[in-house]
């Protein structure tokens, strides 16, 4: 199956959702597809990995339409309990949210440090270079003055772009983490709080 007939086949069953819901639900698979192939997985692992798109549908469909209103004590119990893990899903993601924020903006801010040190050391190579007035002082030839620009000029690039695909990789990493703490499931939909 390719990702257009996944998609297709779960939005023929998730008709009777609301379309800004329905909108994010898509939105959301979109983005799980693109950051699968990115890894490298086709499209038909991807829905292999995924599931029937029916039963996915299923998770998304109020209860009363997944069970044509026959609904018994037993099942009203499972939904309370759900209730109470996703309360307790939310006091747990909100207390290590307190707990880790400092460090998440301590390595935000140094990944963005070192992004900044890297130009800043890019800077001072071009400067370097055109500083001529230190072969007078020093007495170390442009040559030696040349090298040593070109030097400082790869060690920034690479400090650089080093950092910056840090800081990107550590960002999605966070962005996952939040939309995977937050998402809970309330009355057979899911939303992201």
Known sequence: MKRIEYID????????????????????LNEHFDFAQAEGKSEEEICTLLGSPIEMAKQYLPES?????????????VNESSDVNSTLRIIIGICASVIL??????????????????????????ITVFGFFMTLITGIS????????????????????????AL???HRLVMRLIRLAF?????????AS
Not at 10 to 22: A, C, N, T, V
Not at 183 to 191: D, L, P, Q, V
């Open 142 to 165: 442009f040559f030696n003055i040349l090298l040593l620009a070109l030097g400082i000029a790869m060690i920034g690039v690479a400090v650089t772009w080093l950092s910056w695909y």
């Open 65 to 77: 339409e997944k069970t044509n209103n026959t609904r018994n004590e037993s099942f009203q119990y």
């Open 101 to 126: 924020i400092g460090p998440v903006i301590g390595l935000y801010a140094t990944l963005f440090t070192m992004c900044i040190v890297g130009l800043v050391l890019i800077l001072c190579s071009v």
């Open 9 to 28: 086949t779960l939005k023929r069953h998730l008709q009777s959702l609301p379309q800004d819901e329905l909108d994010e639900i898509i939105n959301d």
């Open 168 to 170: 990107l990789a550590f």
């Open 183 to 191: 998402r809970t499931k309330s009355g057979g939909h899911y939303y």
